[in-house]
């Protein structure tokens, strides 16, 4: 027995260390190197590791394609011209690789305006994305081709960005790029050097697809702020984001030594906020100073919600009609629609897929549903006297029937009522709630909204 024990106990942390991510992290200034965190929690972002530093690098954008290659713009005059260099990730028997410069290129052919390089990301496929900010407000976007082998070829340029929440291209400062599993591109921006708003954008592939030329115009969809643990800006310029291996997103802020806004941040999207849209960083992993950037080869499915607009419902006549807007969607399937005459018990009145292309959009799509009143006040009714009698007939010999008045009684849900949100005053009203679900399984709530019965 104390051998099969022993046996449990040793997979058990096998699998515990297994599930651990790798970060890379550069600098740009006070140490330039590449820094490699071992032992991060994916889901929670615990660090109980170690790190490995190696190379001689000064960088802001650097990104990791699938083969465990490294690749990096070195800090430039930013006059559009640019090298890109690959590296290697420390082994056994090469804790220090060296780099080599595998592409050269020009951003702006002949145009004198200043370009900076600092968001690079490398899609599953080995393309690695550049969006760039420019002197004079343009945002661009251009990729190259990465290879296993730790090569690269085939520069293009692909046009210029838009920001659809109408914010200025000359304020895209810092911030960084990076791909989820389907091929999403996530691009974050921090719209000052230090205490300005953190965004973060995306843009579907579809749309990245449709970029095939120096003409090409890509709308970037808003999604979230980004803020500090406190809620805040951050004090810092934010550098750098990459994926874990379980959707959760690492975060880079630049400061100096002791300074609680800089250093290696984990960002947990499940803990996003769909009203406010804001999500904070959950778990400060590293105080390095001098951090510009961050980089994985994680291609998780991004777990953030649906992002919903306006809801609303009305009882007419005996008609219930529930309308409902969503601004963003990602990975999504449907959206059940749920009912209470209290606030506090739900049942479920019904489901509509989701309108968005393979469960994706940015932009905005209205729905709605609508039912009998009378219909939904009985399926409350049923599920209150399913569990009444499943307590009345709780006996060994009441099996059968138990089995039957739990089918009956499925798809009753309880939620603590917020006052802010429900109004329990009056009659002839039904409270309403939509549940989003993604493809995976995965939900997220609207707020509680009350639809009153016409006079």
Known sequence: MKKVLLLLLTIALAKISYNQDVVYTVNNWNSTQITQYTGINPSTGTYTGSTTKFGDVSSSAMGMNTAGYLYYIPVS????????????????????????????????????????????????????????????????????????????????????????????????????????????MFIMVNQDTGGGTTKLYMITPAALNAATGPASVTQAAFKWNVKDADGDNFGQAVTGLAMSSTGGFYLSAQGGAGSSDAGLFYLDPTTANATTKEVNVTKLISTEPGMADVATNYYASTILPVSFGSISASITGNQLQVNWTTETETNNDHFEIWVSQDGKTFAKAGEVASKASNGTSTQSIAYSYSTPAGKAVSLLGLSIFALGLMTLFFTKKNKALLVFIAFAGLGVTSCSKHSEQIDTTGNGKLFVKIIQVDKDGKQSSSKVVTAYKAD
């Open 77 to 184: 005059t930013n006059t559009g011209d640019f090298e890109v260099y690959s590296t290697a990730t420390p082994s056994a028997g090469n804790p220090y690789p060296s780099a080599t410069e595998v592409l050269s290129a020009d951003m702006n052919g002949s145009s004198d305006e200043e370009i900076y390089f600092r968001r690079l990301g490398i899609r599953a496929d080995g393309w690695a994305y550049m969006v760039l900010s420019g002197a004079t407000g343009n945002i661009y976007m251009a990729r190259f081709k990465t290879y296993p082998d730790g090569s690269a070829s085939d520069f293009e340029n692909l046009g210029t960005i838009t920001l659809d929440d109408g914010s200025a291209g000359s304020e895209f400062n810092n911030g960084d790029l990076v791909f989820d599993e389907t091929g999403n």
